[in-house]
């Protein structure tokens, strides 16, 4: 971990009329923002009675209205009142909010992962528990209850692969617990197809049924290195994004990574169809090469990343491809973005958001190329038929970037984590006014660079 404290971060909870001003100095029509699951709920929600029908796996959860007033009993209500005043304010200036439900954390008390990992996760919680179903099903209907007649759209989940994948598969990689356990990490994974599609129900019964319901997701298009890699990038694929997305929307369950349980998976009416859109979040590619497997009996996990190419690079340098990386060792491969789309979008025929798409630049050198490549490349999957009803920069203001901390600096306006200040990148002026124009003006390439001259961001200034 960064050693990084969110708390020392860009304060949107008390700045967040500020940054709905930049939004709107800037053009942009939507706004992605989150609600943080523990500050609605500080304290368990354990003892609110719902009815539960188990038979191999969560198959439903009723909330009714006496629940949702217990749980009202136990919500931080000031917390609930400052999450409605946020997006009343962007209401006010004509922004679409989509409000995505879970960005990886949990509260503590359900999720202890230094305890997890103390006692080889037989304590500990989180999601490979049964229980954090259930308990986000609960959190997921209260908010519907209280946000619902303002969302424009919802989100369950952002990258619930990631979560599992980073936790029990890279233990190094920062995030919580940091335990290797193949068995923890296919269960977190069916547990979180469950919460998804439990929160799917529960969003549908207690907000607006028309307001669409999605999940937000990190798909990896993996190529193969050579032509003998084929098919463990094949394999690669569907691990990392179809075994989750077939699930939620077509009900296709496989109960393990095998070439037999994908070609005859577990047919569940209960996850069939929980997905209104889907949110392609995209930043670069991912290179494979068969390697060793997890398991003997687990065949789809027969490859292993390349590096020197995708999210496998130094940091500014240049890949194996000859492509540029940034601050955080990514290569700048923008061509991947229009296959994630069009792959995506063949598969599901459903309406798809870029929702997340952006690059670690603190010199703010190669996000004006990056911006621009890339939404040259969502056009073009537009023109080749597929159904994209939006894109969102990740992100407006520099952030906290989990196991990266403040390090690494995606915003669209730098922010002095020390002041709070926030000031537009050059490449945020060129996004204004990409959004402004709603194309690609000409000779918006020499007009960023006459900004840059006079900025002393653009060569790490600040």
Known sequence: MSGDLPEDGPCYW???RRDHELLCEMGLEAYRMGVEWSRIFPKPTFKVHVDVKLDGGVRAVHIDKGA??????????????????????????????????????????????????????????????????????????????????????????????????????????????????LSAYTQAMRHLVEAHARAYDALKEWSPREVP?????????????????????????????????????KGLLAPEYTSEARSS?????????????????????????RGRLWSKSMDLLNWVPVRGYGFECRPNSTSLAGLPTSDAGQE????????????????YKLPLVVSENGVADHADKLRPHYILSHLAEVYK????????????????????????????????????????????????????????????????????WSTVVNNPLATGGL
């Open 332 to 347: 700048m491969y923008p061509q991947g973005i229009r296959e994630a789309l069009k792959e995506t979008y063949r598969r």
């Open 68 to 181: 949702l007033e217990e749980l009202d009993k136990l919500a931080d209500k000031a917390a609930v009142e400052h999450y409605r005043e946020a997006i009343l304010d962007l209401k006010a200036r004509g922004v679409h909010v989509t409000v995505c439900l879970n960005h990886f954390t949990m509260p503590a008390w359900l999720h202890s992962p230094l305890r997890a990992r103390s006692t080889a996760l037989r304590e500990g919680g989180g999601w490979v528990s049964r229980q954090a179903v259930i308990e986000f099903t609960k959190y997921a209907a209260y908010m519907a209850y209280k946000l619902g007649d303002l969302v424009d759209a919802w989100a369950t989940l952002n990258e619930p692969r990631a979560v599992a994948y980073e936790g029990y598969l890279r233990p190094r990689s920062g995030f919580p617990p940091g335990v290797l356990s």
């Open 265 to 289: 998976p577990v047919h569940r009416s209960d996850l069939k169809g929980r997905v209104d859109w889907i949110g392609v979040n995209y930043y670069t590619r991912l290179i494979v090469k």
């Open 381 to 448: 999957a537009i023109e080749d038929g597929v159904d994209v009803r939006g894109y969102y920069y990740w992100a407006l203001v520099d952030n906290y970037e989990w196991a990266h901390g403040f390090r690494m600096r995606y915003g669209l306006c730098h922010v002095d984590f020390r002041t709070k200040h926030r000031l537009l990148r050059p490449s945020a002026i060129m996004y204004a006014r990409i959004a402004a124009e709603k194309s690609i003006p000409g000779g918006i390439i020499p007009a960023y």
């Open 213 to 249: 319901a999605g999940v937000i997701y990190d798909i990896y298009l993996a190529e193969p290195l050579r032509e003998e890699d084929a098919e463990a990038a094949e394999n690669a694929r569907y691990v990392l994004n179809w075994w989750y997305l077939d699930a939620i929307a």
């Open 14 to 16: 008390l700045l967040y």
